[in-house]
């Protein structure tokens, strides 16, 4: 297909005017776009206390030590005081320990005094930075650093990260950390799935739990990362669009663990995760816990930046989707170990979310009206701009592998349109390999 735009035109509407033209297929399963270029691109003191009565004439009385307070932030975590009391009262959690055919004996007596020793881990050091927005910092940590940040979500220990739905009270900016929403489901539709997410993340505890006790040391690192994408002309670029491997349908784009692999995330990464939400972003996050860990660090995406998740480990296989999600079993992740960290890339991005803006007008007119306003907004040059700088942003990993696999991004309760997310996916890999000589097919 020929993209060539003659620059006096509108390069957005000759776009949106060849759409029509583009038979890509009404539902794309996923794809996967293969670099076959390999030019490296480029990179880029105390207070002392008074004693109660003071010193006597002869005595020398060093100031007692205080413990001091725990200065308020949102990666800081605090012992909870009923974080037992609440686990016990938990009806998705006693749901979670019968998906794992776990007994609640094991679970409270064994491997729960674990993880509350994995949670002061961490509390005994310096917390996490958070990533700025628009910016491009990353944060690096050890699986045993993110193991003990866990055991505090999982404990509701980030005192000042409430939870709100799937942010925090304190800032909805910051996505919510704290598992005590999740484990406080009990609606029986929402519950299931709910509580597959939660067996997940004990699975995950009880795997860690048995390599410690095997002498097995966790010191594969993990990287999470902002990146933020170049300000582009699409009049001028003169990559060339590359070919495109189709994938047959239901197959699954996490089977891919050479590539890139995309997240169809919601602005706030992690979405739903850890909450009532089951679709691709919050199983993958339940099948690769340490994911979670994002949240406490990464604020709200903006348009134009997407977040690389890098060396994170899957543990459990998913069942089901949806309301019908289970944890199906556990799993054995034999992805590569190069330098120290496990050779997994997974990049969030997220959708234009249309949902909120044809409400109004579903309200009114009805679901037909709705989903032609749908049309109208995202074939907007706005809107495919947008889009089209999110997933440069997102496929734009400088040490990642030459290989994306990705598919209908942002095409189910964002109600994306699939024919036209996967010609922006496309143009945008092309326009990657432009920029750092890496071509995906």
Not at 41 to 52: A, N
Not at 244 to 250: G, T
Not at 270 to 293: C, D, H, K, N
Not at 376 to 402: H, L, T, W
Request: aromatic share 8%; charged share 20%; net charge positive.
């Amino acid at each position: 297909f020929d993209f060539s735009v003659d620059p006096t035109t509108s390069p957005e509407m000759a776009l949106v005017g060849n759409l029509g033209a583009l038979a890509v297929g009404a539902v794309v399963p996923y794809i996967t776009l293969r670099s076959m270029c390999g030019i490296q691109r480029e990179k880029r003191s105390k207070t002392p206390v008074k004693t109660p009565g003071g010193p006597t004439p002869t005595q020398a009385v060093k100031p007692k030590a205080v413990p001091s307070a725990p200065i308020p932030g949102p990666t800081v975590a605090v012992p909870s005081q009923n974080a037992e009391e609440t686990l016990r009262s938990s009806v998705c959690l006693q749901a979670a320990l019968q998906q794992l055919q776990m007994d609640e004996k094991k679970f409270f007596g064994d491997l729960l005094p674990w993880i509350v020793e994995r949670a002061a881990e961490y509390q005994s050091e310096r917390p996490l930075p958070l990533l700025a927005v628009h910016s491009e910092d990353q944060v690096t940590l050890t699986k045993n650093r993110a193991l003990s940040v866990l055991a505090n979500a999982f404990l509701s220990n980030f005192k000042w990260r409430t939870t709100k739905h799937i942010t925090c009270e304190e800032n909805d900016e910051y996505p919510s950390i704290n598992f005590n929403g999740m484990l406080a489901i009990t609606d029986p539709k929402r519950l299931g799935s709910t509580a597959a997410k939660v067996a997940m993340t004990i699975h995950y505890f009880a795997d860690m739990k048995q390599r410690a006790s095997n002498g097995t040391t966790q010191q594969e690192s993990i990287t999470f990362r902002r990146h933020q994408a170049p300000k582009i002309d699409w009049r001028y670029s003169t990559a060339p669009l590359l070919d495109v491997e189709m994938q047959p349908l239901k197959e699954s784009i996490d089977q891919d663990k050479e590539n890139i692999r995309a997240d169809f995330a919601n602005r706030t990464i992690g979405g739903g995760a850890i909450g009532t939400g089951a679709v691709q972003e919050e199983i993958m996050f339940g099948l690769y816990p340490e994911l979670f860990v994002s949240r406490l660090v990464c604020p709200r995406m903006k348009d134009g930046e997407a977040i690389h998740l890098i060396g994170t480990e899957q543990f459990s296989k998913p069942k089901g989707y949806g309301w019908s999600l289970k944890f199906g079993s556990p799993f054995k992740d034999n992805a590569r170990v190069v330098k120290g960290r496990r050779h997994s890339y997974i990049t969030a991005i997220d959708a234009l979310d249309l949902r909120h803006r044809i409400r109004e007008t579903v309200q009114k007119q009805g679901d037909e009206a709705g989903q032609r306003l749908a049309n109208e907004i995202q074939r907007s040059p706005e809107f495919i701009n947008r889009d089209m700088a999110k997933a440069v942003a997102g496929f734009d990993i400088p040490d990642g592998p030459n290989v994306v696999s990705t598919g209908n991004w942002g095409c189910g309760c964002f109600l994306g349109d699939p024919q036209l997310k996967s010609i922006t996916q496309w143009m945008a890999c092309s326009y990657v390999c432009l920029q750092s000589t890496r071509n995906f097919l």
